[in-house]
């Protein structure tokens, strides 16, 4: 399966400030996906990112809060915006995996946001 | 109702016990099924795929009744690794990825001494 390398792994951040995420993966893939877990919760699709196009939102989520980039087959990042302390979440990164079609996860981002 | 539902546990279980999850969908177009594992602070791992004919691996056996929209996770010969929470997903067409995940929000598992 899929590698994927996420970073940071954790971050404190001031409520106002946006903070990149960044997942590398070892294969090139055509869809990457971004998930958010807050605590005690399933997780959330937050977008899709596809390599030359723009990504596609989930219900509730918003380019201008949730930008994404996909610049290549291996890489995406995505900056949450104007933060606030109701963003503080584990967000994840994630790529579909080969044969059993299994996905794969990021180690995941976990934010506090104060 | 929520696509996905899973009983949030704890299931406290002794060591070599076998024990069981269920977790119902809500949607009769979902495709495909996982059970995931999710390790405190970690992200979640693929355990098993769920197949109509029912899978095993090891001491892990699911099964998959398509007719109640339900799947399970049979644990037998419980270790103490096994602590968990152990995550229901499900997979439905989405009209923006083609594809979308559904989570339940898991069952914990503790296996104790």
């Known amino acids: 399966s899929a590698v994927i390398s996420q970073k940071p792994s954790r971050d404190i951040c001031q409520r106002g400030t946006s903070l990149t995420i960044q997942c590398q993966v070892d294969?090139?893939?055509?869809?990457m996906f971004w998930y958010r877990q807050q605590p005690g919760q399933s997780l959330t699709l937050i977008a899709t990112a596809n390599q030359g196009s723009e990504a596609t939102y989930e219900s509730g989520f918003v380019i201008d809060k949730f930008p994404i980039s996909r610049p290549n087959l291996t890489f995406s990042t995505l900056t949450v915006s104007n933060m606030s302390p109701e963003d503080s979440s584990i967000y994840l990164c994630s790529v579909l995996g080969q044969g059993n079609y299994g996905y794969t996860f990021g180690s995941g981002t976990r934010l506090t946001v104060v | 109702r929520k696509e996905v539902e899973q009983d949030p546990g704890p299931f406290n279980v002794p060591e070599g016990a076998t024990v069981a999850f269920n977790c119902t969908y809500s949607?009769?177009?979902?495709?495909?099924f996982f059970w995931y594992r999710q390790d405190c602070r970690k992200e979640p791992k693929l355990l098993m795929s769920v197949y109509s004919s029912g899978n095993e691996d090891g001491r892990f056996t699911a099964q998959l009744n398509r007719a109640s929209q339900y799947i399970s996770l049979l644990i037998r010969d419980s270790k103490l690794s096994d602590s968990a929470t152990y995550l229901c997903v499900v997979i439905l067409p989405n009209s923006n990825s083609g594809y979308a995940l559904n989570f339940g929000k898991g069952t914990s598992l503790l296996v104790t001494p």
């Open positions: 294969s090139q893939v055509t869809m």
């Open positions: 949607n009769s177009a979902s495709q495909s």
